[in-house]
């Protein structure tokens, strides 16, 4: 099993510009989630979904979209980066109770110019 | 909603003793998890321990162990025979059925040769 997998790894952009952080998950998990960590803030949930085509919206949605076609997929899409959105993003994924260990991905690294 | 407080944002501890980081959280649940995680350096989030909200006897995992007090919601999470390896973040979080998980806003271990 691969786990939880991110990609890209690091990435540039300009203020204004679109892109799509990829997770992708080989567990069957129905629970997957998106977080932002800053410096002294920790972990800020995004989105999240508990299954194909349901999501919600967490702490620090604006700005950001998610979709969940899949099971195994729950990309997440900044609509027009802002350097604001300069941080570290986590995706996790778990099985959908609540003592179930969360997976996270190796993050990636997110930097608005 | 649910919070979880993390109120020392770092700690230091000289390798081969004990250090325990703080955790309380707030909610009207009564069935619950909670969570420590682990993020070293390498920024991988790994699972230290859980507690179920339910079970009375204190969770333990090796060198780790948590004092679990429900009436005033607090889990703290002890560290014994501390190892260089211990330095990383420390999160808690909290988790009840059908909700999303609440991550702290971490602990910054130091360990002192």
């Known amino acids: ?113 | 909603a649910q919070t979880v407080t993390q109120s020392q944002p770092e700690m230091s501890v000289q390798e081969a003793e004990t250090v325990t980081l703080s955790c309380t959280y707030d909610t009207s649940e009564s069935d619950y998890y909670l969570f420590w995680y682990k993020q070293p350096p390498s920024r991988q989030m790994i699972l230290v321990i859980r507690q179920e909200a339910y079970k009375q006897q204190n969770a333990t995992e090796n060198r780790f162990s948590v004092n679990f007090q429900k009436a005033a919601k607090s889990f703290s999470l002890k560290i014994s025979d501390s190892q260089l390896g211990d330095a990383a973040m420390y999160f808690c979080a909290f988790r009840a059925w059908g909700q999303k998980v609440t991550f702290g806003t971490g602990t910054k271990l130091q360990v002192i040769p």
């Open chain 1, 1 to 113: 099993n691969a786990g939880v997998t991110q990609t890209p790894k690091f990435q540039v952009l300009k203020t204004g510009q679109s892109m799509t952080l990829q997770c992708a998950q080989d567990m069957n998990h129905e629970y997957m989630s998106w977080y932002r960590q800053d410096p002294g803030m920790g972990l800020r949930l995004i989105h999240y979904s508990v299954g194909a085509g349901i999501t919600d919206q967490g702490e620090v949605p604006n700005g950001y979209n998610v979709s969940r076609s899949t099971t195994e997929d729950f990309p997440l899409r900044l609509l027009s980066a802002a350097p604001s959105q300069t941080s570290v993003y986590f995706c996790a994924s778990s099985a959908n109770r609540e003592g179930a260990e969360q997976y996270f991905g190796p993050g990636t690294r997110l930097t608005v110019t």
